[in-house]
Structures are given as C-alpha cells and as structure tokens.
C-alpha cells in the first residue's frame, strides 16, 4: 500500500508542535486519554491550606489514575503516596502496572 500523502507539516520558527503526550509515571505508556494526578488529593491539600492549584501533579494514564483512586483512600494517597518513587514502592501497584501494560491502550481500561 502506498503511503504517500506527504502532509505537509508547518514549521515557522515560531512553531512548536504538540508535545508528545510524556508518558504515565506509573505504567509508562501514552495512552490516549492522560490526566494530571494531584499527588495530593485536592480535598487533602485543601485541609493542610494548600490550594488546589500548589499541588504538583504528575503524567498519569486514566488506567493508573483509576487504580489508585479506587484502592487507596484520599488520606493514604495523601500521607503514604505522595510521591512518585512511593507509588512504584508498593507492591499492589507494581502488580496493577505489569497488568495494566498488557492491555491495550486504545480500549478504555476498566479497574475493577
Ligand atoms: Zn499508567
């Protein structure tokens, strides 16, 4: 099959094309549907005076997203995961990420 619809790609120096999506920091794929993860839930940030906007967030796939949100309960998420490095410390979580990087991306994952 011939693939030669030659697109042309615009490239003023003032062009910057649309970053790659950066890859989940959990499971390490791209999948189509990412989303900012507030490594402290915003209800929690709230509670210790932090605004919403001040927490940081990290890449994350709504696979992984999903995950953690329905195993872990804000104040774990909050006190224990708060970080990327104590994510991938934990055991379920390293089992849920060899699962989650057998599926495929285009099918929305169900957790659960
Ligand atoms: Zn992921």
């Given at each position: ?21 950066d ?10 549907s ?32 999903g ?5 872990f309960?804000?104040?774990?998420l ?6 990327v ?22 099918k ?5």
């Amino acid at each position: 099959m011939l693939m030669g619809m030659a697109r042309k790609t615009p490239d003023p120096s003032w062009y910057a094309p649309p970053k790659a999506a950066d890859p989940c920091v959990l499971c390490g794929r791209e999948a189509p549907s990412m989303t900012d993860h507030h490594l402290v839930p915003k209800s929690q940030g709230r509670r210790q005076g932090v605004k919403p906007g001040d927490i940081p967030t990290v890449r994350m796939c709504a696979a992984c997203q999903g995950y953690l949100q329905k195993t872990f309960s804000n104040s774990e998420l909050a006190n224990e995961l708060n970080t990327v490095e104590a994510m991938l410390e934990r055991e379920e979580i390293q089992r849920f990420i060899t699962w989650v990087r057998k599926q495929p991306l285009t099918k929305g994952v169900r957790v659960h």
